[in-house]
């Protein structure tokens, strides 16, 4: 069965960090471009980053630049989205996606 897990969301303050990660089942997700996308109550999906199927090329959203970094793991098969410096405005449910297959997501709440 092809299927895409998210953990690790939670509560962190402003100036925190979180590590997002996606297990993948049913595929090698090293030979898909894997992504994180985001949305936050009342606004559309957006994309937050993207890696290659061979790791080389990443890209990331404005927004995020400079305080996420996708990578994929030493663990088989898992895609991580690691955040750090962040900020209110990152509140939102975290999907993990590869084309055509969405995660179910996790919710990621940036508050004092």
């Known amino acids: 069965q092809v299927q895409l897990v998210e953990s690790g969301g939670g509560l962190v303050q402003p100036g925190g960090s979180l590590r997002l990660s996606c297990l993948a089942s049913?595929?090698?997700?090293?030979?898909?471009?894997m992504s994180w996308y985001r949305q936050a109550p009342g606004k559309e999906r957006e994309l937050v980053a993207s890696?290659?199927?061979?790791?080389?090329?990443?890209i990331y959203a404005d927004s995020v630049k400079g305080r996420f970094t996708i990578s994929r793991g030493n663990v088989k098969n898992t895609v991580y989205l690691q955040m750090n410096s962040l900020k209110p405005e990152d509140t939102a449910v975290y999907y993990c996606?590869?084309?055509?297959?969405w995660g179910q997501g996790t919710q990621v709440t940036v508050s004092s």
């Open positions: 890696i290659s199927s061979g790791g080389g090329s990443t």
């Open positions: 996606r590869r084309s055509g297959i």
């Open positions: 049913g595929f090698t997700s090293s030979f898909y471009t």
